[in-house]
């Protein structure tokens, strides 16, 4: 083999290698990964608790299905209790140190029940429930029957 016949040999592999990674890449491109319902719905209620935990009442009520509209007046009412709340668990267990989410059943095409773990900063855990729900695209927390 000569050097010529080399040199295009290996300028034919080099692009061989180059084509090979470029349609990889763009294979794993087009398989974006859909969130399930379930995964929504446990998303959504993890960043609900990690707000409420950080002291964002409004992100944390916005989460929330009150079955109605609340006034300036309610909402205030709810971030004082929520306040109190947060307070007194504060003061029996420490701070949240993370929230861990453990399984979900089905319980219609449009509600789940979310199990998740509170890890405090006392070296307790919790373990909760909630219900959560859909309207449309979008997920809530139930805290109403």
Known sequence: MCISDR?????????FALMSILFMLMSLAGCRHEPTPQELA?????EALEALNRGDYDAYLRSVDFGT????????????LLRQHLGWRASERGSV????????????????MVYY???FSD????VASQKMVRYGTEWKIRLRN
Do not use: G
């Open 117 to 119: 773990q509170y890890h």
């Open 69 to 80: 509209e609340m006034d300036s007046a309610q909402t205030a009412y709810m971030k004082d």
């Open 7 to 15: 040199s295009s040999l290996l300028s034919v592999m080099r692009r």
């Open 97 to 112: 140190v993370s929230i861990e989410m453990k399984k979900s059943e089905l319980l219609s095409d449009s509600v789940y």
């Open 42 to 46: 446990e998303t959504t209620l993890k």
């Open 123 to 126: 070296s307790t855990k919790e």
